[in-house]
């Protein structure tokens, strides 16, 4: 465990490196943080931070830059969480309280919020079907072989698809569909469409196969394709000093082509309201070179999703973290 000097230091490093992106020597230290010690015993310090695992040392430099580690120990036990100005707060909050007709709008204009802020990459995704019910299931006929399927989740998220038949259907055999997928499916998770339910329909209401099998199986794709993913500020990343690397630049660009790598961040599993996971924290090694803050989309307690930050290890922690949670406040009503 670290002494109260070595945390102030080792504090101190880090905040200087991301407002700068330079190597930090003692004499900045002593300059513009106010540290009660002299140079010497801070460079000493800093020997002991490195020795220890905190900080690194480029080749080309005095000075000292925060490892994987250094930055963990921030995150958990130096961070500022309210690193927020009014100014920001009253933007966040015009931002959010835009009208909506659908639950996508919001998680978009949380993304954008997030991204303008922050001024980093952000991301979203919507919440799996897993853990969404249906709460209404409607068809209707467009034209004589076409139908048009709507299905709205408890968590307000629309799903709709177009049906095309190979014989004409009838106003009374839509209003029968209705009747049934409501009854049936009303309350139950998206997976409850499936194959049971089509051989019920088949067998207890005598309907043709040439009806129920194209229903079932656009109803299926519709629901099993994957999600949408929401990004913001992708240019932003390309600004910043670490993305003048051409693995860097590549990695990411990679990263965000990759929908799978995506979903995969996004849906790892959640200890905290806020999830950290920093350089080689995390699984994938396209991902060794950044560090990815996630936060679970709320909206008056319903799951939504997903939204996170992806950004270099030199990420302002602080200020993202102290603005994801006031998004989340926010988006909670609180």
């Avoid at 080749?59 to 120990?73: C, D, E, L, V, W």
């Avoid at 043709?208 to 993913?229: G, R």
């Amino acid at each position: 465990m670290l002494d109260e000097r070595k945390k102030r230091i080792l504090q101190a490093i880090v905040d200087e490196y991301i407002n700068t992106a330079e190597p930090v020597s003692s004499g900045a230290i002593v300059q513009k943080y106010g540290l009660d010690c002299s140079s010497a015993t801070i460079r000493n310090e800093m020997v002991e931070l490195e020795k220890s695992g905190y900080l690194d040392k480029p080749h080309t430099s005095s000075g000292r830059i925060p490892s994987a580690q250094g930055y963990r120990f921030y995150v958990d036990e130096l961070l500022k969480e309210d690193d927020i100005s009014l100014e920001e707060i009253k933007y966040i909050q015009s931002k959010l309280e835009t009208r909506v007709n659908e639950i996508e709008e919001l998680t978009k204009i949380a993304t954008n919020t997030l991204s303008e802020i922050t001024h980093y990459t952000s991301v979203a995704v919507g919440p799996r079907n897993n853990l969404q019910n249906i709460e209404e299931v409607k068809f209707v006929l467009l034209g004589t072989r076409m139908l048009m399927a709507v299905i709205l989740t408890d968590t307000g998220i629309i799903k709709e698809t177009i049906i095309k038949f190979d014989e004409d259907i009838t106003e009374e055999q839509v209003n029968t569909l209705n009747f049934i997928f409501n009854n049936k499916l009303r309350g139950k998770p998206l997976e409850s469409i499936d194959k049971p339910l089509e051989e019920y329909i088949f067998s207890e209401m005598n309907y043709s196969l040439k009806v129920i099998k194209p229903v079932m199986e656009q109803l299926d794709k519709v629901i099993n394709e994957e999600s949408e993913i929401y990004l913001e500020g992708a240019n932003k990343a390309f600004e910043l000093p670490e993305f003048r690397s051409l693995e860097v630049a590549k990695n990411f660009i990679n990263l965000l082509d990759t929908k799978e790598i995506v979903l995969d961040l996004l849906n790892t599993g959640f200890a905290k309201d806020i999830n950290v996971y920093i350089g080689d924290e995390n699984d994938n090694q396209q991902l060794k070179d950044f560090s990815i803050i996630t936060f679970k989309h709320r909206y008056q307690n319903k799951d939504l999703g997903t939204i996170g930050i992806i950004g270099p290890k030199r990420m302002d922690y602080s200020k993202v973290i102290s603005v994801m949670k006031y998004i989340s406040k926010k988006l909670n009503g609180k």
